[in-house]
Nanobody, 115 residues
Framework: QVQLVESGGGLVQPGGSLRLSCAAS????????MGWYRQAPGEQRELVAT???????NYENSVKDRFTISRDNAKNTVYLQMNSLKPEDTAVYYC?????????WGQGTQVTVSS
């Protein structure tokens, strides 16, 4: 089992920045993939960004030039630096951990971009 604890969400004005963190604990095996997904009201959950334990990253096109995903393998923690936030980035952001066929989710953290 893997437990994921997210932090860092909140309310920010358009153009602002937030940094999300997700700490994993439990049976952490490698190689693995950690990432962030988001779900806006009435919408399906969608990929935001992922990063492998080797450091390879993948981004959804609309965030590619604004968000940066990183991880600290020693701390089993993944980060999402979000800059130039837009109202359409408003959603619940979920941390994700994948190892082989196993997938785990965090409880989600709300990000609201509004003036």
């Amino acid at each position: 089992q893997v437990q994921l604890v997210e932090s860092g969400g909140g309310l920010v004005q358009p153009g602002g920045s937030l940094r999300l963190s997700c700490a994993a604990s439990g049976s952490i095996s490698r190689p693995n993939v950690m990432g962030w997904y988001r779900q806006a009201p009435g919408e399906q959950r969608e990929l935001v960004a992922t990063i492998t334990s080797g450091g390879t990253t993948n981004y959804e096109n609309s965030v590619k030039d604004r968000f940066t995903i990183s991880r600290d393998n020693a701390k089993n923690t993944v980060y999402l630096q979000m800059n130039s936030l837009k109202p359409e980035d408003t959603a619940v952001y979920y941390c994700n951990f994948r190892y082989l066929l196993l997938t785990y989710w965090g409880q989600g953290t709300q990000v609201t971009v509004s003036s």
